[in-house]
């Protein structure tokens, strides 16, 4: 049995490189929007008002659900927090 080395976890479920780029960029995200509503304080209703989405929602957020998130409904919940979001291409 051969074992392969993996540069994240995302390599290793993902099919193509384009899929695992994209759980990077919102395994990313979430955790930063996670980091926010912790170190705010804000309950899952609050955190869903100031978001824009729905309480059910942020628990998903908060479980680590990434699968129900696409990069673009994460990208404008961050908008809602006040912070900008930036895009960066690095070399592979």
Do not use: C, H
Not at 50 to 57: A, D, I, K, M, N
Not at 63 to 74: K, Q, T
């Amino acid at each position: 049995m051969d074992n392969e080395t993996y540069t994240s976890v995302w390599d290793a479920v993902a099919d193509t490189p384009g899929q695992a780029a994209n759980l990077t960029a919102r395994a990313a995200l979430m955790r930063e929007i996670v980091a926010l509503v912790q170190e705010n304080g804000w309950k899952q209703a609050d955190a869903a008002r100031r978001l824009g989405v729905t309480q059910p929602r942020i628990n998903d957020l908060l479980r680590g659900r990434i699968s129900r998130f696409s990069l673009d409904a994460l990208v404008n919940m961050a908008v809602m927090t006040g912070r900008r979001v930036r895009v960066e291409l690095l070399a592979a």
